[in-house]
């Protein structure tokens, strides 16, 4: 698990896009669609997770296995209360399973340390949520930088800023919000605000992005625009997507549907 302690150099196994600036990190390296195709990336087994809501426990998760190829695209469904969101939150170490094992690139992450987890989430998952998240105080460009200031360091920050700020512009170019760098939350849309929380979930070039319901407080028509980037992320960079949606036509456009119903995976 040496990788995941401290701020060790990250190894990225998906192709980069070749538009844009590019931040480089130590230890970089691409590999072939071919050979990250095949390969196993996120995967849990056995979890299991309750709650307990005053005196009952209610049980969520009764034994899930599942597996995320590199470069995948899968939507997880069920019913409400199914624990499709409970089991994305403990894809991304948000939570931890009170039985079973989550691993990443074959290595075990759901019992790190609290600093391995936030490196985790920090630099090789991204995530993005129904409800976008953005910090109301700042600006679209300066939410999509807030990572890179945490990663960094202000010291480190200040002295890259100019690379960081060039690919966050890209990444607002990319999803369509270039014209809305220093508009604040407030005064964005929603579906702007979520074209936001997506280009601040790709600063870093994580290695998979992890969507809670990312078209579900928007209309159809800024909901296909969204899964549009979506899927463009997917077949041009490679990125492997897990999208929770309770959306069976949303669901249809990954290549992959993992459905939960009484705290088991049905079919995958």
Same mark, same amino acid.
């Given at each position: 698990? %040496? ?91 948000? %939570?931890?399973? %009170? ?37 109301? #105080? ?68 994580? #290695? ?38 309770? %959306? ?21």
């Amino acid at each position: 698990m %040496d990788s995941f302690y401290g701020l060790a150099p990250r190894t990225s196994t998906r192709k980069q896009s070749a538009a844009g600036p590019h931040v480089t990190f130590p230890g970089d390296a691409s590999e072939s669609t071919a050979s990250t195709k095949q390969q196993v990336l996120l995967s849990a087994h056995g979890v299991e997770k309750s709650y307990r809501k005053g005196k009952h426990v209610v049980p969520v998760l009764l034994g899930v296995d599942f597996e995320i190829a590199a470069g995948e695209f899968v939507s997880i469904v069920g019913q409400s209360g199914s624990g499709k969101s409970t089991l994305l939150h403990l894809l991304g170490t948000l %939570d931890a399973p %009170d039985q079973g094992e989550i691993h990443f690139e074959g290595r075990r992450i759901d019992n790190l340390p609290t600093s391995s987890r936030d490196l985790l989430r920090n630099q090789y998952f991204g995530m993005i949520f129904q409800f976008y998240h953005l910090l109301p #105080e700042l600006s679209a460009l300066e939410n999509v930088l807030i990572p890179s200031m945490i990663a960094d360091g202000a010291f480190r920050y200040w002295r890259n800023r100019r690379q960081y700020r060039e690919r966050a512009e890209h990444l607002l170019e990319l999803v369509g919000l270039s014209h809305r760098l220093k508009h604040k939350p407030r005064e964005l849309s929603g579906g702007e605000m979520q074209r936001a929380a997506i280009a601040r979930a790709l600063i870093a070039e994580p #290695e998979v992005l992890l969507a809670d319901e990312p078209t579900g407080n928007l209309d159809s028509k800024t909901g296909e625009e969204i899964m549009e980037i979506l899927r463009t992320l997917n077949a041009d960079q490679n990125l492997t997507i897990v999208m929770v949606t309770h %959306d069976a036509a949303i669901a249809s456009q990954a290549d992959r549907i993992v459905r939960l119903a009484e705290g088991r995976v049905q079919a995958a």
